[in-house]
C-alpha cells in the first residue's frame, strides 16, 4: 500500500494540473505595455507564428527554472552532451568516493498553451562507481535512470513585463535499471520567478519536494532555494553564476550547497550552447560536476 504522504503528493498534482490547464487554455495573466498580440488562440495544434515566438529562455543549465513557458506548438531539447559527478571520501559521510557519468541526459519539451507547456526529464544512460574505503568493496552499476514529467505553467510576465512567475509541478517516476534510482515516486512544485534587469538575467526559485527518505521507510519534506545571475560578456558569450541550497527536513541530514558557474554562446535565437561546473561548498555536497551541453528550439 502506498504512504499516505505519497497519495496525499498525488492527488495534489493530480487535482492542480488540469485545473493549470483550464486556467492556461482560457486566459493568460501578463504585464501590460507591450505591442505583442493576443496569443491565447495558439495551441499544440494551432502553433504560435515565428515572428510572434518569445526569446528562447531554456530552463538549463543551472538549477534555477526559468518562468518562461515553450511557444504553443513548438518543441525545444534541452540536454548535456555528457557530464561527471566526483564526490570525494569524506569521514562525516562514511569515507566513500562516488563517480558518476551520464551521456545525454536531457528535458523534451513541447508547448500546450501560450502560457503551459509539458516537458519530459530523462536519463538515457548513466554509470556509477562507488569505493567504499571503510568496507574496502567497490561497486558498479548502470542503465537507465528515472523519469519525470513535468507541467510548468506561467502565471505572470510570458510575454512582457518587469516581473515573471510560474509554477511547475512534477513527478519523478522510478524507471531506473540495476539500482541507480531509490525505486520511489517522488515529486514536488517548483517556483521559479525572474526580474527584468537591463544587460542582466536574475532569477530565483523555490521548490518544494516530496521524497522517499534515505534511512528506513516513509517520505520527508525538502526545500530547495536558487539564485542565478548572467551577463553578457562579449558578443553572443555571456557568463553565469549560480549559489543552490537545499536543506531536508529527514533526521540527522545536512543542508546541501553548490557554488554554480558556467559560460553559455547564443549560435542563434534557436540554438544554445552551454559549459560550465557545479561546485560543491558543504560536507554534503558532490565535489565537482561539470558538463557541456545545448538547448534547441523547433
Known sequence: MAHPTLLRLAAVVGLFCPAVFFQAAAQETSAGGTNTPDKNSYNLFNPTPDEYMREMSPDRPDKTDSPFTVDAGHFQLEMDFANFTYDAPNSERGNVKTEDYQIAPMNLKVGVFNNTDFQLV???????????????????????????????????????????????????????????????????LGIPYAFDIPNWDVGFQTTFNCDRNDVGSGYHAEFNNSVSIGHAVIGKLSYHVEFFSSVSTEQNSDWIGTFDTWFMYQANKNLCLDAGVYIGVTQSSDDWHPWVGMTWRY
Open 122 to 188: 530523462l536519463a538515457p544512460y548513466q554509470w556509477e562507481r562507488t569505493d567504499d574505503r571503510n568496507a574496502g568493496t567497490v561497486g558498479q552499476k548502470s542503465g537507465f535512470g528515472d523519469i519525470t514529467p513535468r507541467v510548468k505553467v506561467n502565471l505572470i510576465g510570458n510575454d512582457g513585463g518587469f516581473f515573471a512567475l510560474a509554477l511547475i509541478p512534477f513527478v519523478k517516476l522510478p524507471t531506473s535499471q540495476d539500482h541507480l534510482g531509490n525505486g520511489s515516486v517522488e515529486g514536488g
